[in-house]
């Protein structure tokens, strides 16, 4: 079946501009989560939603983050007024339920560059 | 807190040499999941193992396995008989078993030469 999909794949966009990263989980899980990777590093956890709700925001960075998951689904991560700093690439990853004795299923993560 | 350390940044081993992976973990939790995860040059994760806290056998899969030891907070993985294709970033990872929240290592980049 289709993986976990993410779009766009590369994103550039000038500092203080607003963008919107998607991503499109595996059918049928309910548990889906966003990380940011820096070059070199590990992902960092962001956010995770079980439904429609987020369960645990709190590895967003500052409220310039927000993300949204209104169907149980697709889920949207927003960034305003975006900083360089903000340049990373952003995974998602979804499950079968939250619970940590399931696996995470990654995409393939948009990259993106504030100029 | 939740942490996991991989203190070996960059290994290079020639084709066929075993090489192992080291990871060590902190966590309050009685009840926890381990995992690790390859990122090829490709980018996109993939998923290689899950351990839970409550089961210390060690596992072998093909040319990998997995030491597992709650005594030394460790959870190691072992390429035998490397090959270039196994070139990558390991990542180990951590999770408390009621969120699945990943806490990741700084990984370890393996490059594996003919």
């Known amino acids: 079946g289709a993986g976990v999909s993410q779009t766009p794949s590369n994103k550039v966009t000038e500092k203080g501009k607003y963008v919107e990263l998607r991503c499109d989980p595996i059918s049928g899980h309910t548990a889906l989560y966003w990380y940011r990777q820096s070059l070199g590093q590990g992902p960092e956890f962001l956010i995770y939603f079980q439904g429609t709700g987020a369960a645990d925001d709190s590895g967003l960075p500052n409220d310039r983050f927000f993300a949204v998951r209104p169907e149980g689904s697709v889920s949207t991560l927003k960034i305003q007024r975006t900083e360089r700093g903000d340049s990373a690439v952003y995974l998602c990853?979804?499950?079968?339920?939250?619970?940590?004795?399931?696996?995470?299923?990654f995409g393939p993560g948009t990259r993106l560059t504030v100029t | 807190a939740q942490k996991v350390t991989q203190a070996q940044t960059e290994i290079s081993v020639v084709e066929k040499e075993d090489v192992t992976l080291d990871c060590v973990y902190e966590t309050r939790d009685t009840t926890y999941y381990l995992f690790w995860y390859k990122q090829p040059p490709s980018g996109e994760l993939v998923f290689l193992i899950r351990?839970?806290?409550?089961?210390?056998q060690n596992e072998i899969s093909g040319r990998y396995s997995w030491n597992f030891q709650k005594s030394t907070s460790s959870f190691n993985f072992t390429i035998t008989a490397s090959q270039v294709v196994d070139s990558a970033v390991y990542f180990c990872?951590?999770?408390?078993?009621?969120?699945?929240?990943?806490?990741f290592g700084q990984g370890t980049t393996l490059q594996v030469k003919p």
């Open positions: 351990r839970n806290s409550f089961d210390e």
């Open positions: 990853a979804s499950s079968v339920n939250p619970s940590g004795s399931h696996e995470q299923y």
């Open positions: 990872a951590l999770s408390a078993s009621n969120t699945g929240k990943l806490i």
